[in-house]
């Protein structure tokens, strides 16, 4: 019987996944919530926008088109593209497999989107990650976009976020998102790394030799350095946005200089007029279908990730994961996990040489996630940007005093007690964006008592939701109308369920 694999997430690394199945011999299915493959490392313009030479626009075009369009010409791919997966559920916890995946089919905004649930022989995860962003003065103020929502809109819609944009934050992602926007038409008035250039030196600089299988991204490096050179945009290290000022939206930002720990130089304070700054303090995995599926997770430097074997196998059976849940190391990397896992999920040959040259690449695509987080961590000092009126949850409007007061009372010290206090978490986003910040404030102020064991990553518990994505009760009531099995034909054969 052909394997029915279904992958979730059709970014580099679920693009790479559905193609390494169907060359296993699979039968697959490849869900995104987005319109077209490609994620945000080649998200695309709409196809009545389509850029004439899209392979000036992106990395490594011609290599992705053809995977893309060998992916969705398949006989045995169904490509499920605006779908999205609001929940995994395993119906008998004893029965081996993997769990079955709930979806909704249809425009993110619209209503009445279908129900469909599938039932897969094998389940690979590739859902990537969001913008970590740390809150300052203004941060909710309109103008204030993460990084990586300023580079879908420029990369997407050819939208400029504003004409005269700082871009802030820390991580090798600034600088692609400073190119998006001054290639859709932006002045990008300077780049601004936190981390100090001792700092970068000593993460870049350990084991030099290391990088030589990163060439691919030396040459991308000195790309975005050129475009940077003839715009005239400066990239400082030791520097970033600590507040933001405007009367209904931004109009200029506060500019500082930073210790190694982030700790405002004081006196350093300069101001920039600008009408939107972009940042991103690197990313956070998306950890609710991974957790809601029961995979574990693993603990390091740059906080939790999905664990995985050397086969990109999670402790959950028959599921895998790739990409940047399982830790932060680019798309070329992200290929590789999602190839590995594709073709493994699919039973592939586990003993051929390009399986032994993809676990290579992988583990060379891990050393350098390790360096990437040695290089650009989040220092310890950023507090030090807050007053006590400074917003940290933006959905409830939960301030940086409130969220104090509650870390410090041992009545609402757990972070459940905390939440019900605050509100902080309990707005549209679930905790996705402030989450991280809230538990890690709240584990500094109680010291060795805090129970955060990863510098400001929230308990896992944090992510765990029967419900992995929002859903309209009109969804839910209405019931799901066909399932796919395992057993269907190559093109997805529905029936009711």
Known sequence: MTRHVVVVGAGPAGLAAADAALGAGARVTLIDEAEQPGGQYHRMLPEAYAAARPQHLHHGWRAFDARRRRVLAHPRCAWWSETAVWALERPDPAEPGPPRVHVLRGPVDGGGRDRHTLDPDALVLAVGAHDRVLPFPGWELPGVYTAGAAQAL????????????????????????????????????????????????????????????????????????????????????????????????????????????????????????????????????????????????????????????????????????????????????ARVEGALAGWLAARGDRNIASVRRLRTSRDQGRAFAARLARAHPIGTGWTSWLRPETVVCRCEETDYATVCRAATNESTAAPRAAKLATRAGLGPCQARMCGPTVAEIGARLQGPAGDLHIEGLPPASEHRRPIARPIRLGDLAAGSGTTATSDSNSRTEESSS
């Not at 820390?170 to 859709?184: D, K, M, N, R, T």
């Open 154 to 333: 420029a990369k997407g819609e050819r939208v400029v976020v504003g004409d005269q944009v700082v871009v802030a934050g820390s991580g090798p992602f600034l600088l692609p998102v400073a190119a998006s926007l001054i290639e859709a038409g932006s002045r990008v008035r300077e780049v601004l790394e936190a981390n100090t250039s001792g700092t970068l030196a000593r993460g870049w600089g350990r084991r030099p030799w290391e990088l030589a299988a990163q060439g691919g991204k030396a040459a991308e490096l000195a790309e975005y350095g050129g475009l940077l050179a003839r715009h005239r945009v400066p990239y400082r290290t030791g520097r970033t946005v600590v507040e933001a000022r405007g009367d209904g939206c931004v109009e200029e930002v506060v500019v500082a200089r930073l210790r190694a720990d982030w700790s405002v130089v004081r006196g350093s304070e300069r101001t920039v007029a600008v009408d939107a700054v972009c940042v991103s303090h690197g990313f956070s995995p998306q950890l609710e279908l991974p957790l809601a599926a029961g995979c574990a997770l693993r603990a390091t430097s740059a906080g939790e990730f999905v664990e995985v074997d050397g086969d990109q196998r999670t402790t959950c059976p028959d599921v895998y994961a790739a990409g940047e849940i399982t830790g932060v190391a680019g798309a070329p990397a």
